[in-house]
């Protein structure tokens, strides 16, 4: 059976969106999940874009084994030496080299005539194999893109080099049959078209990316670009677990498969909602908390008597526990662990110390201790990186002219400073973020909180991601507790350290010192 690609770009498009955006460390994380997953490639980043992008490629280079590594170029030489220099480290690596052809990028944003496109288009194609033995080519906007042109440059890149063509829809306007069409028209037009995958990239503008990559799949084409959970520019990019779900649950119709393990599926999607402090919506396809859920009566007797009557995956298939073992504050390390393992988690990329301590203090506060509080409180952030830690918050409230919500905040920097402050709001949240941003001195506007519960019941874990603007900059942060003021008040130190760890590392690049702003970087 033929295998199809699944080139993974949550590193790179998912992570350009906002809301979205991820350290260092948080997209090795991420890539170290991703080689678990066994993509075939991880895009990297766009190395040229900055020297944090540049960092990042180099780093996934240097520390992920397995899939090919790979990062995005323009079609130009510093774009492409840049990227070349940071994959470097990669055992295998690829270059993806692209430029727009669509008449209104050409004419508005390029500013060049069609044969100036090919020609860069080509130029670029070939440095890229001077540099890297695999070569992708995208053209930009393929969509919107004249056919008969698209079919000349694509003929153009391949002769350069490019091994996998790609036919990006830039701004999600296709449709699946006007993708099967564009397809066809590409494979009887492009004479050389044997010697290249056919690659699809599709945005979800109007919703239908997943259906417009699956299209593309029908029509024979090998690669798929897509994320973890969706994300991506504007309404983000196709879904790579229900691509991957829908090409292996329907591996009679589409006459193919991947190599992804796709019990890998769900902790892949958790662990990146958990870095980015972003939701899963419950009727999320594949991932979603209902995506197994029989609520409904008759649906509920159908899947004890044979769970094929509404179910077409398995939950096991895509990682999803089917057990009713919950751990208690008796359970012990062992059971910890070997939960873990069960989720899907590969303890090597676990901190398994810090997940056991913060398990014994969960369990202290909450009778029964499920699944999806664990998964919690692996993927997400119990704890903020520093540099402040709140030490002690009081908060009143109630209802009544005597009753102004009010907070008292302390909040302690690793330096040793202390301060203290008050604040009174709407509510009590909105006093303990008066009084948290007037501690941190920092210029914060909030602009957004969302609380959701993790498990039901009434201790259940309570998960916070607050939003706010600093310099114009919108910041995302998130925390967990089984207290709903406490868990807000911990998204909100998370973007206040990230904003105190910016302006150290800014500080430390003043001063010239590189090792100092290497460790604030970190
Ligand atoms: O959406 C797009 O066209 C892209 C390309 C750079 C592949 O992200
Ligand atoms: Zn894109």
Redesign the pocket.
């Known amino acids: 059976m033929d295998s199809v690609v699944i080139f993974d770009?949550t590193l790179r498009?998912g992570e350009q969106s906002p809301g979205f955006s991820m350290t260092r460390p948080q997209k090795l994380r991420m890539a170290e999940m991703l080689a678990a997953l066994k993509v075939d490639v991880i895009e990297a980043g766009f190395a040229a874009a900055s020297p944090g992008d540049f960092a990042s490629v180099h780093s996934v280079a240097e520390q992920i084994q397995g899939p090919r590594i790979c990062s995005?170029a323009r079609c130009n030489e510093n774009d492409i030496t840049q990227a070349a220099r940071a994959l470097e480290p990669a055992a295998r690596k690829r270059l993806?080299v692209?430029i727009a052809t669509s008449p209104i990028h050409r004419e508005h944003k390029l500013k060049l005539s069609r044969e100036q496109v090919i020609a860069q288009a080509v130029s670029g194609v070939k440095l890229a194999r001077s540099l890297a033995d695999d070569v992708e080519f995208?053209a930009?906007?393929a969509i919107r893109t004249e056919p008969e042109y698209l079919a000349e440059v694509l003929e153009a890149a391949i002769a350069a080099g490019a091994s996998t063509v790609?036919i990006?829809d830039?701004v999600g306007y296709t449709t699946p049959a006007e993708m099967t069409r564009l397809i066809r028209f590409i494979q009887e037009n492009v004479p050389n078209i044997d010697q290249a995958i056919i690659s699809t990239?599709c945005?979800n503008d109007l919703g239908m990316a997943v259906a417009n990559s699956l299209s593309a799949v029908e029509q024979g084409a090998r690669q798929i670009?897509c994320t973890i959970n969706g994300i991506g520019?504007r309404a983000g990019n196709a879904s790579l677990e229900e691509i991957v779900m829908a090409i292996h649950t329907r591996a009679d119709h589409f006459g193919c498969d991947t190599q992804i393990d796709t019990t890998k599926l769900h902790p892949a999607s958790r662990l990146l909602a958990g870095i980015t402090g972003s939701f899963v919506p419950r009727n999320k396809a594949v991932v979603g908390d209902n995506a197994f859920a029989h609520e409904a009566g008759i649906h509920q007797h159908g899947v004890l008597a044979h769970a094929e009557t509404y179910e077409i995956m398995k939950p096991e298939d895509v990682g999803v526990l089917q057990s009713d073992l919950v751990l208690g504050k008796h359970s012990g390390r062992h059971a910890v662990v070997d939960r873990i393992k069960q989720l899907g988690f590969d303890l090597e990329f676990v901190n398994v110390d810090q997940v056991f301590a913060d398990f014994k203090n969960l369990a202290d506060q909450k009778k029964r201790v499920f699944d999806a509080d664990l998964e919690a409180l692996i993927t997400g952030k119990p704890h903020s990186e520093g540099p402040w830690r709140i030490e002690a918050l009081k908060v009143t409230s109630g209802i009544g002219a005597d009753h102004e919500p009010h907070a008292d905040v302390t909040l302690v920097h690793e330096d040793g400073t202390r301060r203290s402050q008050s604040g009174s709001g709407d509510g009590p949240l909105d006093a303990t973020f008066h009084a948290m941003i007037e501690a941190s001195g920092l210029d914060l506007h909030m602009t957004g909180l969302a609380v959701r519960s993790i498990t039901e019941g009434e201790d259940a874990q309570g998960e916070a991601e607050v939003r706010a603007t600093y310099e114009g900059n919108e910041m995302k942060g998130s925390g967990l507790s089984t207290d709903i003021v406490a868990a807000s008040a911990r998204a909100l130190l998370d973007i206040i350290n990230s904003v105190s760890r910016k302006q150290a590392r800014k500080q430390a690049g003043d001063r010239g010192d590189p090792a100092e702003a290497r460790a604030a970087a970190n």
Request: proline share 7%.
């Open positions: 770009t498009d995005l993806h692209f995208s930009e906007d790609n990006p830039t990239h945005h670009e520019e």
